[in-house]
């Protein structure tokens, strides 16, 4: 959706207005609807084929056949003894430790969109009909008007406070064209993440593994292995995915549950959530672009999860 700025009571201090102009026209020309729309009309482009309601197993397992992940083929406890994330060795052939929700139906691993873009594999499970390229192309477009005007604005000729109230609001409209995009496209899903010392992390592991596995929490979750280069003792991150990051009342619902295990509060155990169309866009902590790398965080307040149903 594009978006309009309004007019700023500094306009005045605005140097060169045809800059000024030229600039907010490139930003306001970007529109996250048309962005699918058109790469929906492109030919060539597969779409999705819906499944009649029969054809879809009771239990699912996106990880189906992959050996660094829980099959429905043995019990959680056999999981956690065959990969202990204490112990077992982070190499490219297990990048990450996963756990399904069997519940919750999504793409298999080794037919998603995010297993052609290099360094984006590990990811939560996609969602039928996600169009992860489409959103990684428009997102950095996105990431590119927002890079531009960063650089450009400081030469408008305005005072320094203006040009930070400036660059803020441009920053807090690019997430959410972002987000907006990604969201039409499908690439809804995100993760809490929890970081815990590697003493605890298979107990913790445990608690989250199992409470996945029940339907307890997300749709997915997975723990960082040994790291084979770096210090073993560095924190060990758990991220727990949930299906849709502008769904506050299942966010909220899932922290619940965390805190109720222990793993999170508001204070001391402050965890965070972040969508995974920012991990694919390189949004992280200390990017470029000066943007928080989270959305939510446990201290904050979420509508109250009243027999809530997960639904796709």
């Known amino acids: 959706m594009a978006h309009k700025r309004g007019e700023s009571d500094d306009s005045s201090f605005y140097g ?36 009649p309601t029969h054809a879809v197993a009771a239990l699912h397992n996106p990880y189906a056949g992959v050996p660094f992940a829980w099959q429905l083929t043995e019990t959680v406890d056999n999981f956690l003894a065959r990969l202990p994330p204490a ?18 139906p999504r793409v298999a691993k ?14 939560g499970p996609e969602q039928e009909g996600a169009r992860l390229d489409v959103v990684i192309e428009g997102g950095m477009e996105r990431l590119e008007l927002l890079d531009t005007f960063l650089r ?17 609001k441009e920053r807090s409209q690019a997430t959410q064209d972002i987000l907006h995009l990604a969201h039409i496209g499908k690439v809804r899903a995100g993760k809490w993440m929890i970081f815990c010392d590697v003493l605890d992390v298979n107990e913790v592991w445990e608690l989250v593994a199992k409470a996945t596995a029940s339907n307890e929490l997300g749709i997915a ?9 770096g210090d073993p003792r560095k924190e060990r991150l758990i991220c727990v995915y949930t299906k849709d990051f502008m769904d506050k009342v299942d966010i909220g619902r899932v922290v619940q549950r965390l805190k109720e295990l222990g793993l999170a509060d508001g204070k001391s155990k ?9 991990t694919y866009l390189g949004i992280s902590g200390g990017n470029p672009w000066g943007l928080k790398a989270s959305i939510y965080n446990s201290s904050e307040a979420f509508p109250p999860a009243q027999d809530v149903v997960m639904t796709l």
């Open 16 to 51: 060169d207005c045809h800059t000024i102009e030229y600039l907010n026209q490139r930003v306001n020309s970007f529109d996250s609807d048309q962005w699918i729309m058109q790469h929906q009309e492109q030919p060539g482009w597969a779409q999705p084929c819906m499944l």
């Open 87 to 104: 112990m077992t060795a982070q190499m490219p052939e297990t990048p990450w430790i996963y756990i399904c929700n069997p519940y919750i």
């Open 110 to 123: 080794s037919e998603g969109l995010g297993q052609t873009n290099k360094g984006n594999e590990d990811e």
């Open 152 to 168: 450009e604005v400081p030469n408008f000729g305005i005072p320094p406070s203006t040009t930070e109230r400036e660059k803020n």
């Open 221 to 229: 979750a997975k723990v960082a292995p040994r790291p084979e280069q």
């Open 270 to 278: 402050r965890i965070y959530y972040k969508p995974d169309v920012f």
